[in-house]
Nanobody
Framework: QVQLVESGGGLVQPGGSLRLSCAAS????????MGWYRQAPGKQRNLVAT???????NYADSVKGRFTISRDNAKNTVYLQMNSLKPEDTAVYFC??????????????????WGQGTQVTVSS
């Protein structure tokens, strides 16, 4: 059973920092891509940042220069360091992980997993 466990959310003042963590487990093929998405009230869920097992990163324009995503492959854990937080960053942050069969398998199968979400509130 694949499980993603998040931690690190909370209340912070504008300009402050938070570090989110997500520990994934249960995939025999590992997790090819891990990342973070967020959803504010009344809005759709949007990508924040992703990172591949090889270290390639991708960021939403709104967080570039402020957020940093990283991962520890040995621990199957992804982190999101959030600096210079703004009220607009307030949302539920969801951990995401994608696992798929290796190239030498006859058939390709891909699975996407989600964490339960952790609330990040930026307010004075």
């Amino acid at each position: 059973q694949v499980q993603l466990v998040e931690s690190g959310g909370g209340l912070v003042q504008p300009g402050g920092s938070l570090r989110l963590s997500c520990a994934a487990s249960g995939s025999i093929f590992g997790f090819n891509v891990m990342g973070w998405y967020r959803q504010a009230p009344g809005k759709q869920r949007n990508l924040v940042a992703t990172i591949s097992s090889g270290g390639t990163t991708n960021y939403a324009d709104s967080v570039k220069g402020r957020f940093t995503i990283s991962r520890d492959n040995a621990k199957n854990t992804v982190y999101l360091q959030m600096n210079s937080l703004k009220p607009e960053d307030t949302a539920v942050y969801f951990c995401n992980a994608v696992s798929h069969t290796p190239p030498d398998y006859t058939d390709f199968y891909e699975y996407t997993y989600w964490g339960q979400g952790t609330q990040v509130t930026v307010s004075s």
